[in-house]
């Protein structure tokens, strides 16, 4: 692999501006759940993916600042559930802006805990941590997933504001 091109110490575009062009690329709204001490821990992400079908691993993305980062670390397992939908206000919540309205549901998958409802549900053990800038990259091998075949669809995120599928075809 070649090395990479020496880039300038600052690039020629704001934290906004790069913020704001990633917001372009449409994703789903996951919830990334662990336990510590026996206590469920969750936080709404929208930087998750797949990493391997086999064997089968998953990515997600946490800032190092964020409260789940440790946690994360520290418990050496977590939960993804991809949203559906219906759940923005399950999004919300997690996201730190929590409703009167909305009290959290968790069920157990691999005594992990994952969100009732959700699209997709899976339980990942933590197989390696890479710093990635201001973030980190968590990938866990999937050891259980539970899918819902009447989901529906997702809950989408793009350019800043929730969104839902439209099929074009």
């Known amino acids: 692999m070649a090395a990479p091109a020496s880039q300038p110490a600052t690039p020629p575009f704001t934290s906004r501006q790069f913020r704001d062009a990633m917001g372009q690329f449409a994703t789903g709204v996951v919830v990334i759940t662990t336990e510590v001490d026996g206590e469920p821990h969750a936080m709404t992400a929208n930087a998750f993916m797949s990493g391997s079908l086999e064997p089968p691993l998953v990515i997600v993305s946490v800032a190092c600042t964020a ?6 670390q520290r418990a050496g ?9 219906p759940q923005l206000s399950v999004s919300n919540h997690f996201a ?3 409703s009167p309205d909305y009290a959290p549901q968790f069920r157990s998958l691999c005594d992990m805990p994952v969100i009732e409802g959700a699209a997709v549900q899976l339980a990942a053990e933590l197989q390696h941590a890479y710093p990635c800038g201001d973030h ?4 866990g091998r999937v050891q259980e997933l539970c899918l819902d075949g009447e989901c529906d669809g997702p809950l989408l995120y793009h350019s800043g504001r929730y969104a839902a599928l439209n099929q074009l075809n």
């Open 67 to 72: 409260k789940m980062h440790d946690k994360l």
């Open 136 to 139: 980190t990259l968590f990938i």
């Open 96 to 98: 730190g802006k929590p």
């Open 77 to 85: 397992r977590f939960g993804v559930s991809v949203l559906a939908k």
